[in-house]
């Protein structure tokens, strides 16, 4: 016997055997699972005493049964199935997850403040007394993206709506549906249930049967696009809609919580899905033109793509007034909709406005509406009967069937670009006359701003306070300067040159101008307080110098730094700042800056197989099989160059030191035999003829391949032969001599060249760059002598004591150690640090220990890549308080030297030398002619202004009370203007 019951989460009915009494059971609706209880015992019926005759009746038509009487039939098992189990929660159905607001986008490294807009106020959600609700706690604002990471738990229809439909089908049978002479007449035209409708062109208030005509829904379907989002191994999707068609070139409007990550960090990946679901069905990568965390609102870039369907058309208004039918176009809970394990169709849903939210300028901030919108739908367009767009989908309050969505007001501002972020700081303050850096974010996907001015004036010079018009609406401040911004992409800048005589703080009010259809357009004043009584002498840090690097801010001893796959590959560039992380899977390079101590920038790459290496302030990616060769800048991070390749052989080997401005050197050749050596200037790529690695290269596909950070020592060894040999190239003007170890070492493993290009670290210990042994050297069974260079600098290296030697322990992992340069006691253990296990005196691994471990004493980091390599784990590891503690006497320079000086100008630099003893003595050794120690330390040297060197190289010794004696080299690139 059948029995209905009803599931607790949506309140949906179903019938199922009574069979299944006591199982536990899946709504297919909202996915709630509950155990079915046993229905209440009957209670007996108690006997009546006969009736009576009954008398005689007119004869009747015989009516429909009332719906009360006979319950609509319900399909079995409608909307449950047994489980056995929770169900887990699969990739893009519903998940629960905390609220949160919209992620931002990380400010400028300056004081930063938003930039009020004209007529744009930020949305004050307390302005209403339902959204007061929300700021109290009794309901939430949910976003309601879909997707891994962004699909959050909503409740389901009320009951109203699920018996909607049997309502309507019973509209005019029975009693329940009788006009006022009774019988079954016709419904009531509007006029008669009190709605007075208006003329069709005025779009007011329409009648709730309205459909959208045939043609226009279809066209509505093919403008909105699903969107699905890959953020390493997280997934998301949400849908969005065309806004403009240019040939193969479509413009997509979506929110800014679809395209944004949960994880910051994660490479992201955006897909566009035309005509989802469909044999019509085409994909597309797009591209973020313009994101607005504050509106929640994205443009995005699609290109060759054939046939577009037609955008929105965004120029026809509508007047919004509550009541009126609206239908939400999109992609609900993703492919969790589908019914081909592929992108799902479009599902269009109905509802209608219950309010307009407006801000204190009487803008509709939100319109406010009464129907189902669900985690996918973010993005999607809503629209009137007439297909014209009404609001973007954003949120939905949880619990009701209250949704939010944003007017087209704001879209077309964003479209038409504004201001969104004055961030300011002063370069230099003296004399009264103070230089700020002014910098601009500019919200302008269509790229219509192309000037942008800044009007400055003191504010105490001002009589009025100025106010935003009635309208929100700003002037111009009166009296004021200007000056006019640069442009580039998305961004604006200039700098501010402001004065006063008093030596104290003064308050100046910047307010940005731009033109917007003809009109100028005025921000809201900002402020900007300068102290001249205090003189400031900061240079700008843009560009960033690559060499500069610093300690970064880390939330513990121990962070962990996640990657969205292993890396293949790996090399240090801006003289030890970068790590170029290869991650063939994803097709990508990650660079992770240690001053930011995380990957700041994913750059695509166009084959699995590419070769890499980094110098100063470039980096170079080879494409093998396109026989490419393409040069990127470590300050912008934007491809500058891509020449074909000077060989048709396949290069095997890419070198270039992390803190040298090249040579780039590039190895060809497979197998054994005779390889191709060429050698390139990284800033034209173009060949170098006259430098040559001596004595030829041989296998280079089957040698391993190092080389030092300033680019002069060249090391090279064969892992599966016996002797290994063992080579050094010592840079020699142009070319490179070769020579090898003067010990009697046939087995010393890997080879890796400090950052100064002063030692060699191998297997077995430490020998300086001509081949002589350094200290202690492990014999062919000790195992205590690992050694690896820092990533920056030589004053300290790495030690590794490797059980099991020569032939590795695959169950134990050694200890590492920090030492001071030419000391074998160490300063400490890095006990919390993985080390790889199998370490031997072969050095046959592809992907060798010295790509594991990279010590940076300026940033007081040491990063490691655990075995997995999927990961990156920084440790806080401080030099100087080791040195502290440290029983022996040293001597040791902790600074770097600038990388260059500029013609007619004073260089100066000041380095920083450690000593247990004290009396520390400085001394210029080799460089130019006129470079001196001044009094206090600071190496100075007025820069010739007809110097006609490149490069020079310096070399500076530091002595101490002890009579130990440190050498401190570096070479300086000679520029016509500092950078």
Known sequence: MPLRIRCPGCQALSDIPDTMVGQKLRCKQCQKVFQVGKPPAAKPKVAEPPAGPAKPKAVEPAAPPAKHKAPPPVKEAAFVEPIDEPIAEEEDGLQSRPDRKPARHPAPKMSAKPAARPREPRRRLESSSALKWIIAGVVALLLVGGGVGLAIFLSNRDDDKQTAEGKKKEAGKGDDNKGENGGNAPAKPQEQQGIKPAPLDQDKVLQADQAIPLKTLNELKGATVFIRVKAGPLSSSGSGFLVRVDGETGYLVTNHHVITPLRRGLPTAVTAVFWSGTRKEQSAPAVVLASDPQYDLA????????????????????????????????????????????????????????????????????????????????????????????????????????????????????????????????????????????????????????????????????????????????????????????????????????????????????????????????TAPHSIDVDFGTPVVIGPDRPPDPVVVTAPVLGGDQIVRELPSAVDDLCVGGGGRFLILHLASQRKLAIFDVNEAKVVKYLPVAEDSVKIAACLDKLIVILPTANLIQRYSLRTFERESSVPGPTSSAVAVALMGSA????????????????????????????????????????????????????????SYQPNLSPQGHTLHLRRGDSYKQTGLSADINFAGHMAPGPEGRFVYTARGVFTSEGKAVGKLGSYSDGSRYCLPAAEGESFYLRIDVPGFPHGDRARAGKLFVHLAGEDRPLAEVAQAEVPVGLNTWGREPFGADKHFYLIPSAKLLVVLPARQDRLVLHRLDVEKLLAKAEYDYLVVLSQAPRQAARGQTFAYTPVVKSKKGGVKLKVEAGPAGMQFAPGGKLTWNVPKDCAEKEVDVIVSASDASGQEVFHSFKLGIVDKAE
């Open 660 to 715: 040298s401005r090249g040579p780039l050197v590039l190895l060809a050749g497979k197998g054994f035999g005779q390889g191709e050596q060429l050698f390139l200037d990284p800033y034209t790529l173009k060949p170098l003829k006259e430098a040559k690695l001596g004595g030829g290269v041989w296998d280079p596909g089957q040698s391993f391949w190092r080389i030092s950070g300033d680019g002069r020592v060249v090391t």
């Open 299 to 522: 443009v995005l870039k699609v290109t060759g793509v054939k046939e577009l369907p037609a955008p929105i058309d965004l120029s026809q208004k509508v007047d919004l007034i509550e009541t009126m039918p609206v239908f939400m176009l999109g992609f609900p809970f993703g492919q969790a909709l589908s019914t081909r394990r592929g992108n799902p169709g479009i599902t269009i849903g109905k509802g209608t406005v219950s309010s307009l939210r407006t801000n204190e300028f009487d803008e509709v901030a939100f319109v406010q509406l009464d129907g189902d919108l669900n985690p996918g739908n973010s993005g999607g367009p809503v629209v009137d009967t007439k297909g014209r767009l009404v609001g973007i989908a954003v949120a939905k309050l949880r619990g009701t069937r209250i949704g939010m969505a944003i007017p087209p007001l704001e879209l077309n501002r964003m479209l038409l670009g504004r201001v969104a972020l004055i961030a300011t700081q002063p370069r230099r303050v003296a004399g009264g006359v103070a230089e700020v850096d002014l910098r601009v974010r500019l919200i302008d996907p269509l790229n219509r701003h192309r000037t942008v001015q800044a009007y400055y004036v003191r504010a105490d010079t001002i009589k009025e306070k100025p106010v935003a018009g009635k309208n929100g609406t700003w002037s111009a401040l009166p009296g004021a300067s200007s000056v006019v911004l640069e442009v580039k992409g998305q961004e604006a800048a200039s700098t501010l040159k402001l004065s006063a005589a008093e030596k104290k703080t003064v308050r100046f009010l910047v307010q940005l101008a731009y033109s917007r259809e003809g009109t100028t357009v005025f």
